[in-house]
Antibody
Framework: EVQLVESGGGLVQPGGSLRLSCAAS????????MSWARQAPGKGLEWVAN????????NYVDSVKGRFTISRDNAKNSLYLQMNSLRAADTAVYYC????????WGQGTMVTVSS | DIVMTQTPLSLSVTPGQPASISCKSS???????????FYWYLQRPGQSPQLLIY???SRFSGVPDRFSGSGSGTDFTLKISRVEADDVGVYYC????????FGQGTKVEIK
């Protein structure tokens, strides 16, 4: 069974940092683009970042460029999102997702940025 | 960025009746290789999104055949032939021709 399990969410103060992780199983992780998307409370979906199979290319939505870094460890079947200089507007459920055109979503992890 | 615009933003449907959602993109989603990377998702209340349709009209694994997708270029439609109670939630379109962008979502409820 294909599974994506996120972890690392929590409450952080504005300007702080957080690292999200996603454990993938049930498919050949190293063969897939991987993505992060988010959903602010009561709002719609927003794509955040994606990363190529070998980690050589990453793309970001403009609002997180320079603050967030996506990475992966194919040996551990894991995807990461390092989030720095967090803002209140980054408060959301963060989803790990498979593919550029997303076909599988994780259950999400909540990130709350508040003082 | 490609802007995706969904209509309507909400829909109330009698069980057993059809429903249709439209999604328009700000530019053509047809790529140079002849493919169109356009997707439909359903997010049921309290759940993660799930893929329904990919590349305009292909149903994802396990998706009932009452869901169908159509369209081309900049105009796309999701149709539910006979709405069931389990179809309640928010439907999103997404383009993957460039960096992904989603539509605003269409909330479907049962009358």
């Amino acid at each position: 069974e294909v599974q994506l399990v996120e972890s690392g969410g929590g409450l952080v103060q504005p300007g702080g940092s957080l690292r999200l992780s996603c454990a993938a199983s049930g498919f050949t992780f190293s063969s897939k683009w991987m993505s992060w998307a988010r959903q602010a409370p009561g709002k719609g979906l927003e794509w955040v970042a994606n990363i190529k199979q070998d980690g050589s290319e990453g793309n970001y939505v403009d609002s997180v460029k320079g603050r967030f870094t996506i990475s992966r460890d194919n040996a551990k079947n894991s995807l990461y999102l390092q989030m720095n200089s967090l803002r209140a507007a980054d408060t959301a459920v963060y989803y790990c997702a498979r593919g550029w055109g997303i076909d599988i979503w994780g259950q999400g992890t909540m990130v709350t940025v508040s003082s | 960025d490609i802007v995706m615009t969904q209509t309507p933003l909400s829909l109330s449907v009698t069980p057993g009746q059809p429903a249709s959602i439209s999604c328009k993109s700000s530019e053509s989603l047809l790529n140079s290789g002849g493919k169109t990377y356009f997707y439909w998702y359903l997010q049921r209340p309290g759940q993660s999104p799930q893929l329904l349709i990919y590349e305009i009209s292909s149903r994802f694994s396990g998706v009932p055949d009452r869901f169908s997708g159509s369209g081309s270029g900049t105009d796309f439609t999701l149709k539910i032939s006979r709405v069931e109670a389990d179809d309640v939630g928010v439907y999103y379109c997404m383009q993957g021709k460039q960096l992904p962008t989603f539509g605003q979502g269409t909330k479907v409820e049962i009358k």
